[in-house]
């Protein structure tokens, strides 16, 4: 059972992540290869401020999300003039500074050692330990979350954003400033990237940089472009398929050392796939053309 | 000591060169983001040590062989991927996730195949030659060699040759180049054959020189991508002037910080030229904002 807690666990993180970054990619057309680099900040910072300074868990949290929405101006404000594939690279220039600042700046985060015994939320004097109590509070905050992000969606602001993404020059001809709102939900999106970075440095109890990696961002993206972006469903059907994927392949009684490559060749053939005949994904509202 | 550090700078530039000049060819003539350039990388080093080091071939076939084999791959790479997302006039956004998802599948392939541990085709030391108080492994000054070579043929192709003149014609506009007449899938054909051939040679190189394993490609179509906007888009040969700054710039990082922030430094090298001059060294002003997504 606890296995079923652990996966279901492991869906509310990858949906939060694919939600914020479907507020990029779907509603705002922005495509950005950096996601894991806030997940890694929150994950990182709200680990740090727990155990050198003592923080609680919800100061760190917040802490964390403050954090990630300030890192986010630093690589947006600047490269968000940029467009198409320009501004793809810079988000990925960005996540590979940001692992690498992880992975060797060893006096802070330890480097590649990781941080072992990170201390369990503790939430108005209880503490989260049981996988069933952490499956009910990080669903408790992922529907927050996710409710918080479908209202945005779905408010006049994520309507604006999604004439940005539909033409960019008619939304600015309506008098809206294109860079500001795009900084935005650039913003918005690192301050919701940083919760699940939170959650699965309090579940796992250790974190070291390779969980945020390149890689880890091209997963998250590909779970939206898979799934679908524009709209709720679709991240969340790309999430649970995802998630889900290697767990099957490992009943078929494929041994974990293939399962790993062969996730991966999937998940990279299932990318070719949807962008050639359903650039919409499984149930998405954005169509990428 | 610091004349060894950037000779050996050079050295990984002239192989970064090798990676961005072919990634620079597709990218300035067909706007493809081709980021599967790592995974032809790792294909060919792989086919490489398959004839060489597995079917023991002698080392001349097994590099012709290689090469043609992955100038072939380049051109199916185009002809079953790009070409149908291209010919429906969709963003680029669009074919460079399709890239990404082919990157992605081909180096798990290869991954599953040979395993993801470093492979070594040559065992033990190399030969080295002493110019002065500098020493070249003797797969060092072949590699130099060879981007001189590659150099020098590329930009005769490109200014001597009616061929030449297709490619540019193409990069300046290829809807006018079908105006004229040519058909530009023959161009695509030229262009991602040749592409793939020169991230073969350098993959070969670099493979003889300090193994290989499957997540080489990603390092070296990064890299490539990075000497390309340095040298500036839209100028071929810019990227070799890009990925030779680039080698330099990060043996100098190697002698003033540490070697573990290369990474870190071609990067910050990207945004920052992404940000303040988009257009590269050698570019024309031309503001990023104004050409076509």
């Known amino acids: 059972m606890n296995y079923v807690f652990h996966i279901m666990v492991m869906i509310n993180i990858y949906a939060l992540l694919a939600l914020s970054l479907n507020l990029l990619v779907g509603y705002t057309g922005l495509l950005s290869l950096s996601h894991a680099a806030f997940y890694g900040i929150g994950a990182y910072v709200s680990t740090l401020l727990m155990m050198k300074l003592g923080f609680g868990f919800i100061p760190s949290l917040l802490a964390a999300i403050v954090a990630s929405v300030l890192l986010s101006f630093v690589i947006s404000i600047p490269s968000l003039r940029l467009k198409g594939d320009y501004f793809v690279l810079a988000s990925l220039g960005f996540q590979v500074i940001v692992f690498s600042v992880l992975y060797n700046w060893v006096d802070v985060t330890r480097g590649p050692y990781g941080i072992p015994g990170i201390p369990q939320p503790e939430v108005l004097g209880v503490t989260v330990s049981s996988i069933f109590t952490y499956f009910v509070f990080i669903g408790v905050i992922a529907l927050l979350c996710g409710g918080m992000l479908y209202l945005i969606g779905n408010s006049p602001f994520g309507r604006i954003l999604k004439s940005i993404r539909e033409d960019e020059i008619a939304a600015a001809a309506l008098g809206k400033n294109i860079t500001g709102l795009k900084v935005k939900a650039f913003a918005i999106a690192a301050g919701f990237a940083a919760v699940p970075g939170v959650l699965f440095a309090g579940y796992m109890q250790y974190i070291d940089p390779t969980s945020f990696t390149l890689m880890e961002s091209v997963f998250i993206l590909s779970i939206i472009i898979i799934g679908g972006t524009g709209n709720i469903t679709g991240p969340l059907t790309g999430t649970v398929l995802m998630i889900l994927l290697p767990e099957g392949l490992r009943f078929l009684g494929m041994p974990d050392a293939i399962a790993a490559n062969m996730r991966q060749v999937i998940y990279g053939l299932l990318i070719i796939v949807i962008m050639r005949y359903l650039p919409q994904g499984i149930s998405g509202e954005y169509r990428f053309e | ?293």
């Open chain 2, 1 to 293: 000591m610091l004349a060894q550090l950037l000779v050996n700078g050079f050295v990984t530039g002239c192989s970064y060169s090798l990676v961005a000049l072919g990634f620079g060819l597709i990218y300035n003539t067909t706007r493809v983001f081709h980021f599967a350039h790592g995974a032809v990388y790792v294909l060919s080093a792989y086919v490489f040590y398959t004839l060489w080091n597995i079917l023991n071939w002698q080392f001349a076939p097994a590099l012709v062989a290689t090469l043609t084999g992955i100038a072939i791959i380049g051109i199916l790479i185009d002809q079953f991927l790009y070409q149908p997302l291209a010919n429906r006039k969709g963003s680029p956004l669009v074919q460079m996730l399709s890239s990404l998802g082919l990157y992605i599948a081909t180096i798990n392939v290869v991954a599953m195949i040979f395993g993801n541990e470093t492979k070594v085709l040559v065992p033990g030391i190399q030969p080295t030659y002493s110019f002065g108080t500098i020493i070249l492994t003797q797969i060092q000054v072949v590699t130099v060699l060879s981007f001189i070579l590659l150099f020098g043929a590329l930009a005769i192709i490109l200014h001597k040759t009616n061929l030449g003149i297709t490619i540019r014609a193409m990069r300046d506009d290829p809807d006018l180049l079908s105006v004229m007449g040519v058909n530009p899938r023959t161009v695509r054909c030229v262009v991602f054959s040749l592409g793939s051939v020169f991230a073969a040679v350098a993959a070969v190189l670099n493979a003889l020189d300090v193994g290989m394993d499957p997540n080489t490609g990603l390092g070296a179509v990064l890299n490539g991508t990075v000497a390309v906007i340095i040298g500036g888009v839209g100028i071929f040969e810019g990227a070799a002037l890009g990925g030779i700054f680039l080698g330099l710039i990060q043996s100098l990082a190697i002698w003033q910080v540490s070697a573990r922030w290369q990474d870190a430094i071609a990067f910050l090298l990207l945004i920052l030229f992404l940000i303040f001059r988009p257009e590269g060294v050698l570019g024309l002003r031309r503001r990023t904002e104004e050409t076509s997504t």
